[in-house]
């Protein structure tokens, strides 16, 4: 059974960081590409950024490049979201989730197979 559990949401002030982990038990993650994605209350869920299985490449919606990094720890089985210079509008629920395909580049939620619960993300102006 696939599980996936975030952690290291929180509240946090403009211009703040946080770093967000997914553990993974089930799959092996640098078999998969992952990503992480959000949702504020009313909106669409709504990609992030996300990380291939192969060569970890990574790619970014425009709204976090250059202040968000994701990044792999194969030997823990973990993705991470560092997020640096966060905004007000950062403000979501941050799900990570891993593709349920072999293809390298996924941003669409329906291309994702498996879930974490969400982890609250507030920031302050």
């Known amino acids: 059974q696939v599980q996936l559990v975030e952690s290291g949401g929180g509240l946090v002030q403009a211009g703040g960081s946080l770093r967000l982990s997914c553990a993974a038990s089930?799959?092996?993650?640098?078999?998969?590409?992952m990503a992480w994605f959000r949702q504020a209350p009313g909106k669409e869920r709504d990609f992030v950024c996300g990380?291939?299985?192969?060569?970890?490449?990574?790619y970014y919606a425009a709204s976090v490049k250059g202040r968000f990094t994701i990044s792999r720890d194969n030997a823990k089985n973990t993705v991470y979201l560092q997020m640096n210079s966060l905004k007000p509008e950062d403000t979501a629920v941050y799900y990570c989730?891993?593709?349920?395909?072999?293809?390298?580049?996924?941003?669409?939620?329906?291309?994702?197979?498996?879930w974490g619960q969400g982890t609250q993300v507030t920031v302050s102006s």
């Open positions: 990380i291939t299985w192969g060569t970890s490449a990574t």
């Open positions: 089930g799959l092996t993650l640098s078999r998969k590409t």
């Open positions: 989730a891993a593709a349920g395909g072999s293809n390298y580049y996924y941003r669409g939620p329906p291309d994702f197979a498996s």
